[in-house]
């Protein structure tokens, strides 16, 4: 029957169903641009599907959003696309996470992927899909709208040569990016631009993405080329072009590609700490440990000598909390790092202390890198999984 369903895709030249079918891609960000990609690739038949998104359904989503009802407000994104995904095709295996990428989308996962879409509307969501991809070795699709105009690029890892996101960051990209952080902190007066857009510019968008990642999958390569971008004005089709990015040579993402060292990992337990797994893998003693984010330990208080634990990434901190519910000292300094060494209080601390998300991968290293070990991160119940690869 699926055949029968397919039969005029299977006359476009060179295609293969198969290798839709077998394909797995993630969708970051379930919103206008999310919906518009996961609609495409329901009916495409695209076979294994991730979709993470933090977020719940308002009204305003509404006008952009194909696969939401107007009951569904108050429901979670991810969840209700995954279940309208089904609809459209019951053979695909679609996967809801709820919550941010780098949190709950381990990178041991991530690597899996064929092709990652980038739906989000910030330029921080885009730089973390950057940065974890290059270390995946993921290729990623980038989609970007407001109300009249929107951009597509394709950053791809297994392409080195060529420039990634973090590359063509300018200075007004991290002007932006700033507004937001403080010292690393999410400031608290911050709040999201909104974005005004239209269903035309989201689906013309989205559909863009859609073809250079089936262009990946089905062909091997894409017309776009890895580091650049198509601009589309999309109520203005004279400006249609595309821009590419030129390669920093110095890009810390780019370095980490280098870094993957290998491809196999040792299964962990979240209920493990960093210590007992070291022990186990028989490591130097010397050993420390990679974690793909900065992590704050604790807050120490030089007016009044208060020690508060806080065991969160720094992501997940806001500005105020900076400060000392004791004496009021605004200047908390906070130990912080996010390389774990073996004498740190925290080696002892459960690694789902760490706000670590499922198959995350980590690195132990020697002091001086002259050995790498990695490990990826299961929950109890998927247990049965093999070391990755
Ligand atoms: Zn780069
Ligand atoms: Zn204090």
Redesign the pocket.
Known sequence: MSDDKYDRLKRIPNWSQEKLANAKVAVFGCGALGNEVLKNLALLGVGHIWVVDYDTIEIHNLTRSVLFRESDIGRYKAEVVAQRVKELNPDAQVYPIIGKLEFAFGRGLLREMDVVFGCLDSIGARREI?KRC?FAGVPWVDGGINHQLGNVALFDPRVPET?????QMDRSAWERLNERYSCGYLKDSFKEPTMATTIMTSSVIAAYQVEVAVQLLVFGESHLKPGTQLFLPVSNPMGFRTIEFT??RD?P??ASITQKGGTSAFAAKFDSTPQKVAQELDLWEDWQLELPFDFVSKFTCHSCGYIEPVKKPIKEIKQGDTQCPKCDNSNREAVKYFRLAADSEDADLPFRDFGLGERELLAYNGQTYQWRVNIELFSDSKQTHQDAD
Do not use: E, T
């Open positions: 950057n290059y420039a990634c996101y973090r590359c390669l920093d890009c993402d780019h």
